[in-house]
């Protein structure tokens, strides 16, 4: 069985500070994506990043980053100096590879409001 | 048009309806989703189609049924459905059912039943 847990329901934050969003999973499997997804109130879940199970570097995409931890189970999401346009809801999910391609699981989602 | 286009964005209907959803996409993908977003709950996968076939039926009522008469397109045919079906319906190709492959998500048919 495969879960993605986003603990955070909802954030709110000031611009420019920095945020993180967490998000555990669980797997049995050895090979595995995980990806993020930003969905922002047009409805499209547009994509963020992929990470497969056996690359643990961090990324670094201008002012998002991640911290993939496979010791935890964890693959958090960062966004320094946020902005008005990051509100938005974000979505962690995941693929096995081993038990077949499954297809993506989300987490519950993140709603993160940046005020001005 | 590029990407994932979703009709109607908008759909309201009675329980005695019969309606249906389109999804075409543009990016020449070869396999396509439906899922269900509720209030309060996680994306939920309903089905997934590679190459026309359906590989995926994940315990959807029957009141709920696919149809892909080829790789651009997908349509979700609805009928008599129930109130608490109401939800945002997102459709999704990606180049092939494998886990690596990134999704393109189109925007979603909004659905209130009453």
């Known amino acids: 069985a495969q879960k993605v847990t986003q603990a955070q329901t909802e954030i709110s934050v000031v611009e420019k500070e920095d945020v993180t969003l967490d998000c555990v999973y669980e797997t049995r499997d050895t090979t595995y994506y995980l990806f993020w997804y930003k969905q922002p109130p047009s409805g499209e879940l547009v994509f963020l990043i992929r990470r497969n199970s056996f690359d643990e570097q961090n990324e670094i995409s201008g002012r998002y980053s991640w911290n993939f931890q496979k010791s935890t189970s964890s693959f958090n999401f960062t966004i320094t100096a946020s902005q008005v346009v990051d509100s938005a809801v974000y979505f962690c999910a995941l693929s096995e590879v081993d038990s077949g391609n499954t297809p993506l699981v989300f987490g519950k989602g993140t709603r993160l409001s940046v005020i001005a | 048009e590029t990407g994932v286009t979703q009709t109607p964005r908008h759909l309201v209907m009675g329980m005695t309806n019969k309606k249906s959803l389109k999804c075409e996409q543009h990016?020449?993908?070869?396999?396509m989703y439906w899922y269900k977003q509720s209030a309060k709950k996680p994306l939920e996968l309903m089905f997934v189609?590679?190459?026309?076939?359906?590989?995926e039926n994940n315990s959807v009522p029957s009141r709920f049924s696919p149809e892909c008469p080829n790789s651009s397109h997908l349509f979700l045919h609805l009928h008599t459905l129930q109130p608490e079906d109401s939800a945002l319906y997102l459709c999704a190709s990606s180049p092939g059912h494998s886990g690596a492959n990134v999704l393109t998500f189109g925007a979603g048919s909004r659905l209130t039943v009453l």
């Open positions: 189609y590679n190459f026309k076939e359906q590989t």
């Open positions: 990016l020449g993908h070869n396999a």
